[in-house]
């Protein structure tokens, strides 16, 4: 992340969605 600063909210918001998607492939395998 070069000149990009995450802060707390975005990367929580970020890890939810990523884990919700990999939930659901998940289910769906």
């Not at 707390?8 to 289910?27: D, F, G, M, P, T």
């Amino acid at each position: 992340m070069v000149g990009k600063r995450l802060s707390i909210r975005e990367l929580a918001a970020i890890l939810k969605a990523s884990h919700s998607r990999i939930r659901r492939v998940v289910e769906a395998f």
